[in-house]
């Protein structure tokens, strides 16, 4: 009788989060939105990413950074929020960390606030609403996979 690892699975796949030596990367979620930040949760779970903080303003993730860092791999960051915004938030990180990688996350009609994240120092860009499948490929091109 067979049984079934005596047929490939043609499906499986590496999960995206583990990096070259099969530990999970980690990151950091920043959103004031806490849909955003559960539906962004389970997408990089799914994959095996770590998440090892959240907050819900600029000032809250500053500070959250400069306490994880140097172990955050990645920060996802929505640019309107509360407080601090993305973009000062972006740049506040990057003056304190210059190789921090930062993904800004923002709502169609916001395009002139992403250019100018891209050209603050950000390593990629997500429009909501989410679509999970371009949340991960906007992860591993912001991580050189």
């Known amino acids: 009788m067979r049984v079934s ?3 490939p ?3 499986s796949k590496d999960p ?4 070259e030596i099969g530990q999970p990367y980690k990151v ?10 559960k539906q962004l949760n389970q997408i990089l779970i ?11 303003d600029g ?8 306490e994880h860092h140097p172990k955050v791999d990645f920060v996802t ?4 929020m509360p407080n601090m915004d993305g973009l000062t938030c972006l740049t506040e990180i990057l003056k304190f960390d210059k190789d921090a990688k930062i993904i800004v996350i923002s709502a169609l009609g916001k395009e002139d606030l992403v250019k100018r994240a891209l050209v603050a120092g950000a390593k990629n860009y997500i429009v909501k609403p989410l679509d ?3 949340v991960l490929e906007r992860i591993k091109s912001a991580l050189g996979k």
């Not at 950091?28 to 930040?37: H, T």
């Not at 000032?59 to 400069?66: N, Q, R, S, T």
């Not at 960051?77 to 309107?80: K, S």
Request: proline share 0%.
């Open 59 to 66: 000032v809250e993730a500053l500070e959250k950074y400069k």
């Open 77 to 80: 960051m929505d640019i309107t």
């Open 16 to 19: 995206e989060g583990l990096n």
């Open 28 to 37: 950091m979620i920043v959103d004031d939105s806490i849909f955003i930040q």
């Open 5 to 7: 690892s005596d047929f």
């Open 132 to 134: 999970r499948k371009k």
């Open 46 to 56: 799914s994959e095996q990413f770590e998440v090892i903080d959240t907050a819900l």
């Open 9 to 11: 699975n043609l499906n």
